[in-house]
């Protein structure tokens, strides 16, 4: 995917928070109408572009297409740019869930074979989930493991030190 971030100062039509094209693979957001990611009275927008699989992106002609939905959805915004990065070739997602990989189940988990206390967290980890929802499942099951093995380490540290005392 291509993305194309860009903080305004402020929204020239703070009615228009998100938008989908459904004749090209484009999505536009406000995200910081809901999140704390610009100053007060500020925004920051995202837009993307998808592509297919094995597609070559043409960075300024992509570049131009999402300023050209941005002109429709923010007429004026270039008035109001305090900071603009584009990023025209992005991996959308690690993985996708496949039945021949054995589907959700099929997925890694967040501990890592052969390597003790590594653990990893993603949208490709775990069997729940998927995208943002399979990243925080992930993460809270490696947060358990972690609590779990640090809790064993401190009721062995107890066992070793009453056995001390003995």
Avoid at 25 to 35: C, D
Avoid at 108 to 128: F, I, Q, R, S
Avoid at 148 to 154: F, I, N
Wanted: net charge negative; hydrophobic share 45%; charged share 20%.
């Amino acid at each position: 995917m291509a993305c194309l971030d860009i903080a305004l100062r402020r929204l020239p039509r703070a009615e228009n928070l998100a938008a989908l094209c459904v004749d090209r693979p484009l999505y536009y957001a406000v995200h910081s109408t809901s999140a704390h990611l610009a100053p007060e009275g500020g925004a920051l927008i995202h837009l993307m572009k998808y592509l297919r699989p094995g597609e070559a992106a043409e960075p300024e002609a992509t570049r131009q297409e999402l300023e050209a939905l941005m002109n429709l959805v923010q007429p004026g915004w270039r008035d109001e740019v305090v900071e603009q990065s584009f990023l025209p070739h992005m991996t959308a997602s690690n993985a996708i869930v496949q039945a021949r990989y054995g589907g959700l189940p099929g997925r890694p988990g967040p501990a890592v074979p052969g390597l003790p206390n590594l653990y990893v967290a993603g949208d490709w980890v775990g069997p729940e989930g998927d995208k943002a929802e399979a990243c925080f499942a992930s993460a809270r099951s490696a947060a358990r493991l972690m609590i779990a093995q640090l809790s064993d380490r401190q009721s062995a540290s107890l066992v070793s030190s009453s056995d001390a005392l003995e």
